[in-house]
């Protein structure tokens, strides 16, 4: 009886590694279009904050970060589109993500060198909703790339 159920859970324990590993691009792909979008927000940020007042920095993060979930939506789509079920809703969910995680950032590294935080929750909320619409607008522009990609040429 001990025997049985010790290959049962292993048997169990087989699928799970079999689900994990299966998902595992998704999972490296999806991790990897996010780190890019929040550190090229992060650069972007760093280098404008050299150049222009803190103010107006903190008026155009929301857009930079739209930006940066745009071009992290694309490169979602474009790696693991026939992966995904909902391919733009997960870009959209990236793009929220990528904005939501920069501006944790950047607080975080204000609040940190300076005793102050440049984003307020308002610029936050704005923020995820562009980042929601780039990230769509990424990953239906990568879609279709990849159509019109697959679409036999003219001459």
């Not at 944790?104 to 909703?129: E, H, K, M, P, W």
């Amino acid at each position: 009886m001990m025997d049985a159920m010790c290959s049962w859970e292993r048997d169990r324990m087989n699928r799970i590694m079999v689900n994990i590993l299966c998902r595992l691009t998704f999972i490296q792909t999806g991790s990897w279009s996010l780190l890019t979008g929040i550190v090229g927000t992060l650069i972007l940020a760093g280098f404008l904050s050299t150049i222009m007042s803190l103010e107006l920095l903190s008026l155009l993060l929301p857009v930079m970060a739209g930006i940066n979930a745009s071009i992290s939506g694309y490169m979602l789509i474009e790696r693991v589109e026939d992966d995904i079920k909902h391919p733009l809703i997960m870009a959209a969910v990236v793009g929220m993500l990528v904005a939501l995680l920069s501006h944790v950032a950047i607080n975080a590294l204000c609040y940190r060198f300076g005793g102050f935080f440049l984003v307020s929750d308002v610029q936050t909320l704005v923020a995820a909703t562009i980042g929601m619409v780039g990230g769509c607008a990424g990953g239906s522009l990568s879609a279709k790339y990849k159509l019109l990609k697959a679409q036999p040429s003219l001459r």
